[in-house]
């Protein structure tokens, strides 16, 4: 008998209900009790929905009232100090840690390894103790065994939980810590045990990234002692292959080890080889982290061989938690038929993995109507003109080599540029968005439902830009925007009107906490069937004599965060969103718009796990950025911009994107950032934010004026830009207009002591 199991679910609710319960907890809404029983719904709705779907167990502890990570911090009460709470911790301070209070800022969040997921990164020094509050996970086991499930509990391990943590002092190393924390896994492993569990998840998904010798050497120390608890380990690993750390998980003193066979399917005849006689291998064999149909008679084809070597050792699952991908497509009703026989969000992988399971264990034959469904969606996927398109296949083909080259090199383009806009020195401008008030989003939204008709909400647009245009006029700002007033979301936007991209209603996954993010769904081949931004932006330059810039989203970034194909690659799709934005670039050449910004805040994001893999990404990332912005002019000016990231480890492949002018966030590392650009001799134009648009306080002039002598010190002053960090949307206008005022008046004062 094959088993089937997930490794997590979503934590979010069909609708969201764990945001909508947060919001009202911390509004004073909803007591803690309420909160309690939302959450509670939630899981049970999980378990309920693993148990039909014919799985052997259901994960508890996957659950997390706003990121696992931090309910490890309080599993372990290793709270940071700072925040003066004690080793036990309740869920007022667990909010407090994640939102911060009167006295502490919140705790740090960043991507979990290379999803668009963000937890909580915990903060460890040489003081750090654990203490185990055994609550935070035995009372969701207690709640499962009380209705009924089987339960798997699901930790993250502790070396994957030391590594994702900080240092609170350089040079500390967080693997000294490892002998302090592996006492409390080891008794709430016990307790596990004395509460009749068989076998628990330790996720250490680390293994799939470069380690370090010394931790991969720690895997069998900190496996050993867990074992010593006497409960039956299953050693997870997703997100990638592997390699290099395979043949330590695989000899590694536990039960089972887990497998991502979707990502790192390459190396399960070597895991198969390696693996020890008495060890389960449970292998991910749905992908767990994007919303296509899984070709099930594939998967079987794969699969079956693994079952006839292994017999009940063999599990089954999806390659990740399921939190990754959005609830069900139960409530997607807009979506039509075909398209939605493609998709399977989390409730349909959990059905398709119940038919494996079935098929693996009974025979095809007892699941015949279900695979034959997959067949024929997968089949009508495969050669649905709504997917493949001749024209775009043939213009990706045609495309020449030297298509993403400008004309001239930088030092030409320069001069052409110089001499068309004659901007002064410290030039300032912004990154493309102003304050949306709610008169904006209340006319988007009404425009949407249709109660606004199609005229009106353009004159509405077009007073805001109007109002835009002429506030940046009246700061003395040198290069305009038109202000995004029409826009909700910088990848939606542009979405919606390309060939190839779905939205569903209801396809939430989470980003952090209790914000969630609803990703396009790019199924098909992407063309541009008309220009997306030219009347707005041609609107603004017909308000005023100063150079409007057009404002885009680069190709990589609608890539990252949208759910993508999975039957092309990467780079192929990212070339096709290029020529789209190509075509929207030349479209805004055309009609006098001189300079053009293509975001690529996520261009970084993309990096591989491994750093092998790097060169290969920045190679086709760089050439679709390329492509997009480089078939204009020498006289037009290409801007980028990249926000929220560490750039100083990828500076050549920035400069390889070959914009002539980037704008970066950097105000928060306070323009520590630029010596690395410094040093680099980055080659092109930089505008350094001067301040950080998180914040609604203004920063005065004396503090922008610092940063950009600091700057100016690092990067020669006729290359330097003045700008915000980022878009001002979430700014209100009173602060933008004073914030805006002092940057100018800053960067006025640059130009009176660098004027030669
Ligand atoms: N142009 C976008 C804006 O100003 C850029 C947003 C971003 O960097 N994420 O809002
Ligand atoms: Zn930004």
Not at 82 to 99: C, K, N, S, T
Not at 406 to 423: I, K
Not at 479 to 507: I, K, P, W
Request: proline share 6%; glycine share 8%; aromatic share 8%.
């Amino acid at each position: 008998m094959a088993l089937a199991h997930v490794l997590g679910a979503p934590r979010i609710g069909p609708h969201r209900e764990l945001k909508f319960a947060l919001e009202r907890h911390w509004r004073g809404e909803l007591d803690e009790a309420g909160l309690r029983a939302a959450a509670s719904g939630i899981r049970q709705a999980n378990w309920r929905a693993q148990a039909e779907a014919g799985l052997d167990c259901v994960a508890v502890g996957d659950f997390a009232y706003y990121d696992p990570m931090l309910t490890h911090v309080a599993l372990f009460g290793c709270a940071p100090a700072r925040f003066g709470f004690g080793a036990r911790i309740g869920l007022a301070e667990y909010f407090q840690l994640a939102r911060g209070n009167a006295d502490c800022h919140a705790m740090e969040m960043t991507k979990w390894f290379d999803t668009n997921y963000h937890y909580l990164v915990p903060e460890f020094g040489p003081d750090t103790a654990f203490t185990l509050d055994g609550r935070w996970l035995l009372d969701e086991v207690a709640e499962a065994q009380t209705a009924g499930f089987k339960a798997k509990p699901v930790l993250i391990g502790p070396l994957t939980f030391l590594y994702l943590g900080k240092p609170k002092q350089a040079g500390f190393d967080r693997l000294d810590l490892l002998d302090r924390l592996l006492p409390a896994y080891v008794r709430l492993l016990a307790a596990l045990r004395a509460a009749g569990i068989e076998w628990v998840q330790i996720d250490e998904p680390i293994l799939s990234l470069d380690l370090p010798p010394a931790w991969r050497a720690a895997f069998e120390r900190s496996c050993h002692a867990q074992r010593s608890a006497g409960v039956k380990l299953l050693l997870a690993s997703y997100f990638g292959p592997l390699r290099d750390n395979l043949l330590t998980a695989l000899q590694l003193p536990v039960d089972g080890v887990h497998l991502d066979g979707v990502r790192g399917g390459g190396e399960l005849a070597q895991a198969l080889d390696w693996l020890p006689a008495t060890k389960v291998l449970s292998v991910g064999v749905l992908d767990g982290r994007n919303v296509w149909c899984d070709d099930l008679a594939a998967v079987l084809d794969r699969t079956e061989p693994l079952q006839a070597r292994l017999g009940d050792r063999l599990w089954v699952a999806p390659s990740c938690s399921l939190a990754h991908v959005p609830v069900s497509l139960a409530p997607e009703t807009r979506l039509d038929a075909e398209l939605k026989s493609w998709l399977a969000f989390a409730a349909e992988k959990l059905e398709a993995l119940g038919t494996l399971r079935a098929a693996l264990n009974r025979g095809r034959a007892a699941v015949a109507p279900a695979l034959d469904m997959n067949g024929r969606a997968l089949a009508s996927r495969r050669q649905s003109p709504r997917v493949h398109d001749a024209a775009v296949a043939a213009r990706v083909a045609a495309l020449r080599a030297d298509a993403d080259r400008r004309h001239s090199p930088f030092a030409a383009r320069q001069a052409a540029q110089r001499a068309r806009f004659a901007l002064p020195l410290f030039p300032t401008t912004t990154i493309g968005s102003f304050p949306q008030t709610p008169d904006i989003r209340q006319a988007r939204a009404r425009f949407k439902r249709g109660e606004l008709a199609e005229a009106a909400y353009v004159q509405a647009m077009r007073t805001e830009i109007e109002t835009a245009v002429r506030r940046q006029a009246a700061l003395g700002l040198d290069v305009l925007v038109h202000g995004e007033a029409e826009r909700n979301d910088m990848v939606e936007y542009f979405g919606e009107q390309l060939a190839g991209f779905a939205f569903s209603q209801n396809g939430w996954v989470q980003s952090y906490g209790s914000r969630c993010v609803k990703p396009p769904i790019l199924y098909g081949d992407v063309s541009r069937p008309r220009p997306m931004t030219v009347e707005w932006t041609r609107y603004a330059q017909s308000l005023t004599g100063k150079p409007v810039k057009g404002m885009l989203t680069g190709p990589v970034t609608m890539l990252q965060w949208s759910f993508v194909r999975d039957d092309q690659p990467r780079a192929v799709t990212a070339l096709q969103l290029a020529l789209a934005i190509r075509d929207e670039v030349a479209d805004l050449e055309a009609a006098g718009i001189g300079i053009v910004q293509i975001d690529e805040p996520a261009y970084r994001e993309g990096l591989p796990l491994r750093r092998a893999d790097w060169p290969a990404y920045l190679d086709w990332a760089g050439r679709a950025f390329r492509v997009a912005a480089a078939a204009v002019r020498d006289d037009t000016q290409i801007h980028t911009h990249m926000c929220y990231s560490e750039f100083n480890d990828i500076l050549p492949a920035i400069a390889a994107m070959d914009a002539d002018v980037i704008t970066i966030e950097t105000s928060r590392s306070d323009m520590e950032l630029l010596r690395g650009f410094g040093e680099f001799a980055y080659p092109n134009e930089i505008g350094p934010g001067v301040y950080d648009i998180h914040s609604p306080r203004v920063p005065s002039v004396e503090e922008m004026r610092r940063l950009l002598d600091k700057a100016a010190a690092v990067i020669p002053p006729g290359h330097l830009w003045v700008n915000p960090d980022c878009g001002l949307k979430t700014r209100d206008w009173p602060e933008t207009e004073a914030a805006l005022a002092g940057m100018v008046a800053a960067a006025r004062a640059m130009r009176r002591v660098y004027a030669i």
